[in-house]
T-cell receptor
């Protein structure tokens, strides 16, 4: 079974600063993928970034980077230079041998001007 | 524009009624998924389909049914057997490539309320 844990229910960040969202996981699958999604108040889930368990380098996509520490089973999302539009809920998710996603409970980020 | 559409955006249902939520995609994706989201929680998988005319139960399939007669469409029926159907429902699709990097893309969702 797969389990995703996001321990921060809500966070505040000042505009233009960086913020780190924590995600830890547990799985018995030897290979897996880790995803981050953003959910604004409109409800749609927006794909942000992907990291494969065997990828040697941490993934980056624009202002998003994934700090992947396999031994610690963590896949934290870093958002640099926060913008007001980054205020949303963020979900960490994992895919494994069954090719379906398991989601964490999410972290709400509020960016202050 | 390629994407996933869901309709209606809001749906109200009386107890004992079946309702069907629509999901259509023009991304030419093979796989489609239905998730349920309750307030303040993550998504839970209801059903998924990796190919036309085939689908599998997810983690919370009881009280729901689906069909996959066309590649583009994956409607979800919430039956009267679903005890607590009030929730936000999200449809997703993916290419269904081999391996783990098969990114799922989501529609805008349908908010179902039981009166």
């Amino acid at each position: 079974a797969q389990k995703i844990t996001q321990t921060q229910p809500g966070m505040f960040v000042q505009e233009k600063e960086a913020v780190t969202l924590d995600c830890t996981y547990d799985t018995s699958d030897p290979s897996y993928g880790l995803f981050w999604y953003k959910q604004p108040s409109s409800g749609e889930m927006i794909f942000l970034i992907y990291q494969g368990s065997y990828d040697q380098q941490n993934a980056t996509e624009g202002r998003y980077s994934l700090n992947f520490q396999k031994a610690r089973k963590s896949a934290n999302l870093v958002i640099s230079a926060s913008q007001l539009g980054d205020s949303a809920m963020y979900f960490c998710a994992m895919s494994g041998s069954l090719y379906k996603l398991s989601f964490g409970a999410g972290t709400t980020v509020t960016v202050r001007a | 524009d390629g994407g996933i559409t869901q309709s209606p955006k809001y749906l109200f249902r009386k107890e004992g009624q079946n309702v069907t939520l629509s999901c259509e995609q023009n991304l030419n994706h093979d796989a489609m998924y239905w998730y349920r989201q309750d307030p303040g929680q993550g998504l839970r998988l209801i059903y998924y389909s990796q190919i036309v005319n085939d689908f599998q139960k997810g983690d919370i399939a009881e009280g729901y049914s689906v069909s996959r007669e066309k590649k583009e469409s994956f409607p979800l029926t919430v039956t009267s057997a679903q005890k607590n159907p009030t929730a936000f429902y999200l449809c997703a699709s993916s290419i269904n490539r081999e391996g783990l990097s098969d990114t799922q893309y989501f529609g805008p969702g349908t908010r179902l309320t039981v009166l």
